[in-house]
């Protein structure tokens, strides 16, 4: 065996160079499979430095772990110093020479629900649900909710008592105006909630396989349903998957809306594609999806199976009414 002491300087250097390349690489491994399984979730951070407008975020880890807030997912109007406390979410890791390196985004909707989820107990839990979030980052954001038991009030829930929830997720987000909202599966009901904080009269619908709607409001009310540059109907079309037209009721009158309806009603009757038979209830037009949920919970699926148990009164679910049963058996005759 070779005396060690014999090796040539060179040598050793160079040994003790791959010797540290080869920790090096261990540890980036190690971190990488643990951070890897964690893109959604979010992190905290603090502002380290910036540069060409991306924001590096210290996250710890001894330098080998570093955030990196590139500027399309920078939430528009936040400004930062330095050692500012950042929470964003994780949307990719890469690895580079210096270390590991964590995407992160703070324009990304689902931090949103992240920060949401943590103060309202109501959505931790399942009982409230996010159908879904829209969002200009920085301006605002528009979040339609529903709950799964009728005596808890989504909308309550998330706003909390004197808007103490809500107010403490504006905070996080950097004073960004959120609008909290009740989904509903009737589009007209729906569109009607998602131009909040506007109140609309009346929505009509043009075209519901081009989903085309136009929503009536009072002349005061038109600039908050439109809102500033068009965001809070641009945001509720995003919402609704609704193109969604807003007119006074002065400009509606000009419209010859019955033959709107008319046409569009004598289309549906003389469409001469083939409609296809339904069977299952989660098929029919405009059903409560809260209500399809917890009658497939039950074993209840099909709407002859529906109409059976119904006639016989024999569907008794917990937070179902009798009210919301009635309802489906409406739609199906």
Same mark, same amino acid.
């Given at each position: 065996?070779?005396?060690?002491?014999?090796?040539?300087?060179?040598?050793?250097?160079?040994?003790?160079?791959?010797?540290?390349?080869?920790?090096?690489?261990?540890?980036?491994?190690?971190?990488?499979?643990?951070?890897?399984?964690?893109?959604?979730?979010?992190?905290?951070?603090?502002?380290?430095?910036?540069?060409?407008?991306?924001?590096?975020?210290?996250?710890?880890?001894?330098?080998? @772990?570093?955030?990196?807030?590139?500027?399309?997912?920078?939430?528009?109007?936040?400004?930062?110093? =330095?050692?500012?406390?950042?929470?964003?979410?994780?949307?990719?890791?890469?690895?580079?020479?210096?270390?590991?390196?964590? +995407? @992160?985004?703070?324009?990304?909707?689902?931090?949103?629900?992240?920060?949401?989820?943590?103060?309202?107990?109501?959505?931790?839990?399942?009982?409230? !649900?996010?159908?879904?979030?829209?969002?200009?980052?920085?301006?605002?954001?528009?979040?339609?909710?529903?709950?799964?038991?009728?005596?808890?009030?989504?909308?309550?829930?998330?706003?909390?008592?004197?808007?103490?929830?809500?107010?403490?997720?504006?905070?996080?987000?950097?004073?960004?105006? +959120?609008?909290?909202?009740?989904?509903?599966?009737?589009?007209?009901?729906?569109?009607?909630?998602? @131009?909040?904080?506007?109140?609309?009269?009346?929505?009509?619908?043009?075209?519901?396989? =081009?989903?085309?709607?136009?929503?009536?409001?009072?002349?005061?009310?038109?600039?908050?349903?439109?809102?500033?540059?068009?965001? %809070?109907?641009?945001?509720?079309?995003?919402?609704?998957?609704?193109?969604?037209?807003?007119?006074?009721?002065?400009?509606?009158? !000009?419209? %010859?809306?019955?033959?709107?309806?008319?046409?569009?009603?004598? %289309?549906?009757?003389? %469409?001469?594609?083939?409609?296809?038979? +339904?069977?299952?209830?989660?098929?029919?037009?405009?059903?409560?999806?809260?209500?399809?949920?917890?009658?497939?919970?039950?074993?209840?699926?099909? +709407?002859?199976?529906?109409?059976? =148990?119904?006639?016989?009164?024999?569907?008794?679910?917990?937070?179902?009414?009798?009210?919301?049963?009635?309802?489906?058996?409406?739609?199906?005759?």
């Amino acid at each position: 065996m070779e005396d060690p002491k014999s090796f040539e300087r060179s040598a050793v250097a160079t040994g003790k160079q791959n010797a540290h390349q080869g920790l090096n690489e261990k540890y980036k491994d190690s971190l990488y499979n643990e951070y890897k399984d964690k893109i959604g979730e979010m992190i905290i951070g603090y502002y380290q430095r910036e540069r060409n407008g991306n924001i590096y975020v210290d996250l710890g880890n001894a330098g080998k @772990l570093e955030g990196v807030l590139p500027v399309k997912f920078q939430s528009k109007l936040e400004y930062y110093d =330095k050692s500012d406390r950042i929470k964003a979410l994780i949307v990719d890791i890469k690895k580079t020479n210096s270390g590991l390196q964590l +995407i @992160l985004s703070r324009s990304d909707p689902k931090l949103v629900s992240q920060i949401l989820e943590k103060e309202v107990p109501e959505i931790a839990d399942g009982t409230v !649900e996010i159908h879904k979030i829209v969002r200009d980052a920085g301006y605002r954001t528009k979040i339609a909710v529903f709950s799964k038991r009728e005596e808890v009030d989504p909308v309550g829930a998330c706003v909390g008592l004197k808007g103490v929830r809500i107010q403490n997720v504006i905070r996080e987000l950097l004073n960004e105006k +959120i609008d909290v909202l009740k989904y509903d599966s009737d589009p007209m009901v729906f569109i009607k909630n998602a @131009l909040s904080p506007a109140q609309v009269e009346k929505v009509v619908i043009l075209d519901a396989e =081009k989903h085309q709607a136009l929503a009536i409001v009072q002349d005061s009310q038109l600039s908050l349903a439109i809102g500033r540059q068009g965001q %809070n109907v641009r945001l509720a079309n995003r919402l609704c998957d609704w193109n969604i037209d807003v007119k006074t009721i002065e400009q509606a009158s !000009e419209m %010859n809306l019955s033959e709107v309806n008319t046409i569009q009603n004598v %289309n549906n009757l003389f %469409n001469d594609d083939k409609v296809d038979e +339904i069977t299952r209830i989660d098929e029919i037009p405009g059903v409560d999806e809260v209500a399809v949920a917890l009658l497939k919970d039950n074993g209840i699926e099909l +709407i002859d199976d529906f109409i059976e =148990k119904y006639k016989e009164n024999l569907i008794n679910i917990e937070n179902l009414s009798q009210e919301t049963l009635d309802g489906i058996n409406k739609l199906i005759n």
